[in-house]
């Protein structure tokens, strides 16, 4: 299984910057989709995720409003739209899977994607 996640970057305080996770080797449609962050220094939070045939979405309080979690299971890809941009967002993003939302909800994933740094300078 491998989750691939891209689209991180630098952008300025108020932007906006999608990321997308391209999922293999595992039947997509049959796993909650999530991300989480960590910035230095902190531990990894959870940011939001997406039931299996998507049509369920939770966010973390801190990102509700401006950032929007998506899937095209077609595809086997989950995106995560980021808008209004904050400095308090920088961070590496990681998409995550598990077949139970309660857990990918607690932070426990069966996978785990490599990373990918958002910087959002102020």
Not at 38 to 58: D, N, S
Not at 66 to 87: C, G, H, W, Y
Request: charge should be neutral.
């Amino acid at each position: 299984v491998q989750l691939q996640a891209c689209g991180g970057g630098l952008v300025q305080a108020g932007g906006s910057l999608t990321l997308s996770c391209a999922a293999s080797g595992l039947t997509f449609r049959a796993y909650a989709m999530g991300w989480f962050r960590q910035a230095p220094e902190k531990e990894r939070e959870f940011v939001a995720q997406i039931t299996g045939g998507g049509g369920y979405t939770v966010y973390a309080d801190s990102v509700r409003g401006r950032f929007a979690i998506s899937r095209d299971n077609a595809k086997n890809t989950v995106d995560l739209q980021m808008s209004t941009l904050e400095p308090e967002d920088t961070a590496v993003y990681y998409c995550a899977a598990h077949s139970s939302t309660q857990k990918l909800r607690a932070g426990v994933a069966a996978y785990w994607g490599q990373g990918t740094q958002v910087t959002v300078s102020s």
